[in-house]
Nanobody, 121 residues
Framework: QVQFVESGGALVQPGDSLRLSCAGS????????MAWYRQAPGKERELVAH???????GYADSVKGRFTISRDNAKNALYLQMNSLKPEDTGVYYC???????????????WGQGTQVTVSS
């Protein structure tokens, strides 16, 4: 079973940038499509971005043009570059290994502890 460790979260001001990282163990990232999710206080976990095995990406409308997802299969790593951060980006961010099919990302039930991102002035 794949295990994840997310890192890079911090308290930042609106307009700042952050780069989140996800390190995986237990299996090879290269066999999975991957994604970043986030969960804001009192809200359900939502899909932020996904990247398929061959590198195509997709984003939630709320982050398009500001966030960039990338992967390094050789390092079993997933990244999320977040620019022009807004208070509504606040939440705990999680990575996930799953499958993208038919225009939808299907997550697996393997979650790390997440990393906290707080955007506040």
């Amino acid at each position: 079973q794949v295990q994840f460790v997310e890192s890079g979260g911090a308290l930042v001001q609106p307009g700042d940038s952050l780069r989140l990282s996800c390190a995986g163990s237990g299996t090879l990232f290269s066999v999975y499509d991957m994604a970043w999710y986030r969960q804001a206080p009192g809200k359900e976990r939502e899909l932020v971005a996904h990247i398929v095995r061959r590198g195509s990406t997709g984003y939630a409308d709320s982050v398009k043009g500001r966030f960039t997802i990338s992967r390094d299969n050789a390092k079993n790593a997933l990244y999320l570059q977040m620019n022009s951060l807004k208070p509504e980006d606040t939440g705990v961010y999680y990575c996930n290994a799953g499958q993208y099919s038919g225009g939808k990302y299907y997550s697996t039930n393997s979650w790390g502890q997440g990393t906290q991102v707080t955007v506040s002035s």
